[in-house]
């Protein structure tokens, strides 16, 4: 995990490994990014994608309103 800090925002990168229940493993990239105010998360970002998997796991790294 890499953090940085910058006044009221923070950006975190990280691995999430996803173990699926036929066995499969996939492992996504995050970067989050946020801003704080008065100790809480007024906003997030976040930007993933698959870095090991298959196709279908694109839908573990796709984002939805």
């Known amino acids: 995990m890499d953090a940085c800090v910058c006044a ?17 493993v996939s492992k996504l990239e995050v970067y989050v990014f946020m ?6 998360i007024v906003a997030l970002d976040e930007v993933s994608r698959v870095i090991e998997g298959n196709d279908d796991d694109r839908k573990l790294a796709s984002a939805t309103n």
Do not use: C, Y
């Open 8 to 24: 009221d925002r923070l950006a975190e990168r990280h691995i999430a490994t996803v173990s699926h229940l036929d066995g499969k």
């Open 35 to 40: 801003r704080i105010r008065g100790n809480k």
